[in-house]
């Protein structure tokens, strides 16, 4: 049985940074694509971040430049660093797990698996 386990959310400050982990297990972790989803209060969930299990990175274009994925397949762990954050940041961060062994593209991802959530409140 996949697990996920998200950490790290929490209120900041505009321009201010948070770190949020996912912590996965059931599963051969090395082999499959993860992600980050975010919903915001009112709005669809939509994906923030990808990484490959090769560790090749997507970003949606409202953080590109801001945030950075990254994995540490010896921890089982994904990472989101989060700068320079943004109001309009404020949602619910899911971590997803990709069902498709060895995705090599976002279009080839299918996430199946997720997280609980972690609040992230950006606000002054």
């Known amino acids: 049985q996949v697990r996920l386990v998200e950490s790290g959310g929490g209120l900041v400050q505009p321009g201010g940074s948070l770190r949020l982990s996912c912590a996965a297990s059931?599963?051969?972790?090395?082999?499959?694509?993860m992600g980050w989803f975010r919903q915001a209060p009112g709005k669809e969930r939509e994906l923030v971040a990808a990484v490959t299990w090769t560790g090749e990175p997507n970003y949606a274009d409202s953080v590109k430049g801001r945030f950075t994925i990254s994995r540490d397949n010896g921890k089982n762990t994904v990472y989101l660093q989060m700068n320079i954050l943004k109001p309009e940041d404020t949602a619910v961060y899911y971590c997803?797990?990709?069902?498709?062994?060895?995705?090599?593209?976002?279009?080839?991802?299918?996430?199946?698996?997720w997280g609980q959530g972690t609040q992230v409140s950006v606000s002054s």
């Open positions: 059931g599963r051969i972790f090395s082999q499959y694509a």
């Open positions: 997803a797990g990709d069902t498709v062994r060895h995705a090599n593209s976002r279009q080839q991802m299918n996430f199946g698996y």
